[in-house]
């Protein structure tokens, strides 16, 4: 714990009896909690900034939450704005992992720890936390989720793949891309697995922004032009919501052989129709209100001199040091088991989803 540097931030660290307790803003007001989300465009963003803010004002603490339209010079902008206006913690889910030198070096100048949330900052020493889920479990969820829906451990194949992975930018990406090529590798050296666009480098499968409009505009490549002759593609490995649904977008538009099966993650709205209606085969979930409750408790445990809950001090390296990390496990939903996972929980109403 850098106590030193957080005392030097105003952060009062006062102790009774063996705990500790902040008194940072005793007498001034609430301790305020700056928070930066990348984009307003992807449900699942919306959904942490908002249950996030709830969260930490019910805890009470003052929040600054700011969207930054996916413009990297806007985050910046952001984020530093949130340093100079007294923010005592700042809470970042970066658009790009290596853009924000500026605002992580005013951090350090101004001793503010910094929580690199769902997207690991990459390249400063200034981060003290990352809270995500396992991200490279993600990918190995989906990348078995194929695995035994072809029976490739049994079935004589081949089968025809085809990968649509994530944000080149974004650090998580590659995690998810690894996980499920470590699954699925074997079967495609072995030539059960035939990826037949032969795009299998995360750099020629990535989609930049996540979006969906590049997913779609690169499936429909794919398809004209390895697929127009009635070949059938089996399975199409997407990373996740946003590209999936670029993939089958172009699919409705440019296929006629048997649907293949898609992977997707997040669970968004039009992507759970799209499984209730045959066409996603499954999405993998992360409950972001689990993962947005650890990091207002780990805003806590910052803000009163207590030990930080970690899970992992050893896997995730930004270039500059391994960040303690605290870890959350996703599961998947499909169309037998998401009111369980979806709905019972709360998470939707079936309304939503109708």
Do not use: H
Request: proline letters at 2%.
């Amino acid at each position: 714990m850098k106590f030193t540097k957080w005392l030097a931030a105003g952060l009062c660290v006062c102790t009774l009896g063996a705990s500790f307790v902040g008194c940072a803003g005793a007498g001034s007001g609430k301790s305020k909690v700056g928070v930066s989300m990348p984009t307003k465009d992807l449900q699942r963003w919306n959904q942490d900034g908002d249950y996030m803010k709830q969260e930490l004002e019910k805890a009470g603490y003052e929040v600054d939450l700011q969207y930054a339209a996916n413009d990297v010079a806007t985050q910046l902008s952001q984020v530093e704005n949130m340093i100079n206006s007294g923010c005592k913690v700042l809470v970042i889910a970066a658009i790009e992992g290596s853009s924000l030198g500026e605002a992580l070096d005013m951090a350090e100048a101004k001793n503010i720890p910094v929580i690199a949330y769902d997207r690991l900052l990459m390249e400063s020493d200034t981060v003290d936390y990352y809270a995500t889920f396992d991200n490279y479990m993600v990918g190995t969820i989906q990348g078995t989720f194929v695995k035994d829906q072809l029976d490739l451990d049994n079935a004589e194949g081949p089968f025809n793949l085809e990968i649509t992975a994530g944000d080149p930018g974004d650090n998580n990406a590659l995690f998810f891309y690894q996980g499920a090529m470590d699954v699925l590798n074997p079967y495609i050296e072995s030539g059960k697995l035939v990826v037949v666009s032969g795009q299998t480098e995360f750099s020629d499968v990535a989609t930049a922004s996540w979006k969906t409009e590049n997913s779609q505009s690169r499936a429909e490549t794919i398809l004209s032009s390895f697929y127009a002759d009635g070949t059938n593609v089996d399975a199409w490995l997407c990373s996740n919501d946003s590209t999936a649904l670029g993939v089958a977008n172009a699919l409705a538009a440019n296929y006629t052989g048997n649907y293949p099966i898609i992977t997707g993650q997040d669970c968004d709205i039009a992507n759970v129709k799209n499984m209730l209606e045959g066409k996603q085969s499954m999405s993998v979930f992360k409950d972001t209100r689990t993962l947005a409750a650890q990091v207002v408790k780990m805003v806590g445990q910052i803000l009163k001199g207590e030990t930080v809950d970690t899970n992992d001090t050893e896997t995730y390296d930004n270039g500059k040091k391994v960040v303690p990390s605290y870890l959350c496990e996703p599961v998947f939903a499909d169309a037998d088991n998401y009111e369980k996972i979806l709905i019972d929980s709360g998470y939707y109403t079936a309304d939503q989803l109708k």
